[in-house]
Structure formats: C-alpha cells, structure tokens
C-alpha cells in the first residue's frame, strides 16, 4: 500500500515537471501605442495654442483700432447730447416767446375799447350811462395793470421815436423844440416794453 502511493506521487512530480513553464506577461504594445500617440497630440495641440508674434501684433493693432472707435462714438454721443440741450432750450425759450406774444395781441385788442370809452366820458360827465363808462373804464384798467400793462404820460416829455408816433408838428412859443405838446391817443407800456405807441403832436419852431 506504501509502495503503491509512493509511486502515485513520482508519477506526479515526474507529470508536473514535464509540464512547461507559464509564460510572463508582457505589456500590451496596442496599449504602449496609444499613449505615446497621446502624448504627440497633446505636444501638437499645445503648439498649435501658441500664438505667434505677428498675430499678437495683429491683435493689439486692432484693439488699439476699437478703443479709437469707442472715442469716436463716444464724442459724437456727447456732441449730440449738447445739441440737444440747446435744442430744449431753444424750443422753451421760443414757446415763451409765443405765450408773450399771444398775450400781448390779446391785451392790445382792448386798447381801442378803452379809447372809445375815455372819448364817450366827457360827453356823459352828468348821467348815469357816464357813471356806467366810468365802471367799465375803470375795471378795463384795473385788468391791464393786473397783466403788467400801464399808459404811460407823453405831454409834456421829449419826442422819444421808441415811445411816440409823431402825428403832426406845431410851433408854440415859450416851449422847447422836440416836445409834445397835444396827444391823440395813449401810449401803453407791459413791463418794459411798448404795447402800444402814443400818437402826438410835437412842437417845432424852426
């Protein structure tokens, strides 16, 4: 029974000693390839990144062109903003302008009412219709000067060609030449400009 298994086990070394050895493992050449292949595209794609010196200066040429065109739209921009402005000021100055005018030929229209009044008073001094022309006559004023309007006195004053509207001329004795002596219609100033000129009579001996 010894016998037997001890030649069982020389059968089985001699079996696994016949056997030949295992093979090691060498690395995968596909693998090997693949890297190295890798490694060369990225050294390509890194190179290709690179910039070179007349693209750079390229580059600064045309950012220096946009900042020179970002000031030149920027100039304009505020150009036309100052022309604005004065274009609002120039539009409000203007509609002043109208208001004033609009008021003043509003205000000049009653003028020849209140002529007509002071010429119909001294012939109804004693009646009630005078008493009547009086009230009217006197509201009429009232609302002028409310707007700034004032007659202003001639007989007596120098000719002033901004002022009078020389009708006629007269030589009287003991008054000086260039004077107005007689005044067919009232003269009315707004504020200080003339709304209405008067028409006189001025003296003149030579």
């Known amino acids: 029974m010894t016998e037997e298994r001890s030649k069982q086990e020389k059968k089985a070394e001699a079996a696994s000693s016949a056997q030949p050895p295992k093979a090691k493992k060498t690395p995968n050449k596909k693998n090997a390839k ?11 794609a890194s190179e290709a ?13 045309e950012h220096a062109d946009m900042q020179l065109r970002c000031k030149e739209y920027q100039d304009k921009f505020l150009l036309l903003a100052a022309e604005f402005e004065n274009f609002k000021k120039r539009t409000n100055k203007d509609q002043q302008r109208y208001r ?5 030929n509003l205000l000049s229209e009653l003028l020849p009412v209140i002529d007509d009044i002071e010429r119909a008073l ?38 002033d060609p901004e002022k009078h509207n ?12 260039n004077t107005v002596i007689e ?16 028409k006189v009579i001025v003296n003149m001996t030579e």
Not at 169 to 177: E, K, P, Q, V
């Open 100 to 104: 004033e005018l609009y008021k003043e």
């Open 166 to 177: 020389a009708m006629l001329t007269r030589s009287l004795d003991g008054t000086a030449d």
């Open 34 to 44: 693949t890297a190295a292949e890798a490694k060369a595209d990225t050294g390509e």
């Open 122 to 159: 001294p012939h109804h001094s004693d009646d009630e219709l005078g008493t009547g022309f009086d009230m009217i006559h006197s509201k009429l004023l009232a609302y002028l000067e409310k707007h700034g309007v004032v007659p202003f006195v001639s007989v007596g004053e120098e000719f």
């Open 49 to 61: 990144s690179r910039l070179t010196r007349e693209e750079i200066d390229a580059l600064i040429l």
């Open 183 to 198: 005044e067919f219609e009232k003269g009315y100033m707004i504020g200080n400009k003339v709304l209405r000129h008067a």
